[in-house]
């Protein structure tokens, strides 16, 4: 490739090598070859059950308030 830097067109490497595209086809290459999973088992997986959060909790909140509230006032 050093012998052939005056024919590099960066423009074309970048479109061809670093476009969403490419990694988003990079990605499901990996699922797909370490996983086994295609793009229509992953729309059929639906997400984890929903509702009670950790964080959806009163004590998880006021922590996060103190905590927030204790960097404040150190900063000062």
Do not use: C, V
Request: charged letters at 25%; glycine letters at 6%; proline letters at 1%.
């Amino acid at each position: 490739m050093e012998n052939e830097w005056q024919n590099f067109q960066p423009r074309q490497y970048i479109l061809e090598n670093l476009s969403l595209e490419k990694q988003a086809g990079d990605l499901l290459a990996i699922y797909d070859k370490y996983f086994g999973l295609t793009i229509e088992q992953g729309r059929r997986i639906s997400a984890g059950k929903s509702g009670n959060w950790r964080n959806n909790k009163l004590y998880f909140k006021l922590y996060l308030n103190l905590k927030n509230s204790a960097k404040h006032i150190l900063r000062r």
